[in-house]
């Protein structure tokens, strides 16, 4: 009863694999894979889920996905509309360092990487410089090709290890012991939340879902995303209102109301618990970051 286990085609003596994708929307199922991943967003917006970590993203973000961290990232759902046109880009590098053999991760050399590859199990998020660079790096490792390729990727992650512009995300890791299956049910119920969370949804709605009575389901949801179901949906709703605050210039009551809140008061609340401030600071600190 854990998230789908994804499997990256790729030859088995291959260290490092890089993928161009681009599709209409994200691939936007909760799972896992054994490879460690760079994942830059060239075109799209949507939402994150990584860890325990819930979020925005925009073009040119990039994320440090760790081995086996359950994630996924759903495009905004005008993407999901062929008619709009829209496309979601990214590059991804994946690396398995059991390709390159225990005698080469056991070389001092290799140890500043062990360091942050281990760091990576939490997901991290590039802000600043970093942020620029890597998008810059991502496009350059796409024209390199084997051995090159390996020692191009060993150059980003000894940058990576020495700069202060990451951001840890998830609050817990994962063990390696993550088997699939179970895992139509819980995609279903994140897909039925990040569909429906502007309408009043009951624990007994979600619960139906996943054809669970409410306390088996609390308990199986808790276990799957490490958070209450109360806790995932507020996320879902304030991460909503920050897209909508940031991109349609809507007022707090307006994006507290698209965002599946009647009560202003509770929104607030809400916003201030999971941001860290209130809807008007989190307006004003957006204006002067748009001004500068």
Do not use: W
């Amino acid at each position: 009863m854990k998230p789908l286990l994804y499997q990256v085609a790729r030859n088995i003596d291959e260290p490092v694999r890089v993928l161009k994708e681009c599709h209409q929307h994200f691939y936007d199922n909760l799972h896992f894979h054994s490879e460690y991943q760079i994942m830059t967003i060239i075109e799209g917006k949507g939402t994150y889920f990584i860890g325990d970590s819930f979020g925005n993203f925009n073009s040119g973000d990039t994320f440090i996905i760790g081995a086996n961290l359950p994630h996924f990232f759903r495009s905004n759902q005008e993407y999901y509309s062929p008619e709009n046109g829209l496309l979601s880009q990214n590059i991804s590098i994946l690396f398995s360092p059991d390709a390159l053999g225990e005698k080469f991760k056991d070389l001092q050399e290799f140890h500043v990487i062990k360091r942050f590859l281990e760091k990576s199990k939490s997901g991290l998020f590039l802000k600043g410089v970093a942020r620029k660079k890597l998008l810059k790096s991502s496009k350059k490792i796409t024209e390199k090709n084997g051995f090159d390729r390996l020692i191009y990727l060993f150059k980003i992650f000894n940058y990576l290890s020495q700069t202060d512009d990451l951001e840890t995300l998830s609050h817990v890791t994962y063990d390696t012991e993550i088997k699939a299956g179970d895992t139509e049910k819980i995609n279903s119920v994140i897909g039925f939340l990040l569909d429906n969370f502007t309408r009043d949804i009951s624990l007994a709605d979600a619960a139906d879902v996943a054809n669970l009575s409410v306390n088996a389901f609390c308990r199986y949801f808790k276990r799957h995303t490490r958070k209450t179901f109360s806790q995932f949906l507020n996320e879902i709703r304030i991460g909503n209102a920050c897209r909508q605050l940031v991109e349609e210039d809507l007022s707090v009551k307006e994006a507290a109301f698209k965002s599946g809140y009647y009560n202003i008061s509770y929104f607030n609340r809400q916003f201030k618990t999971i941001t860290g401030c209130t809807p008007s600071s989190y307006c004003r600190n957006i204006n002067i970051k748009h001004v500068h």
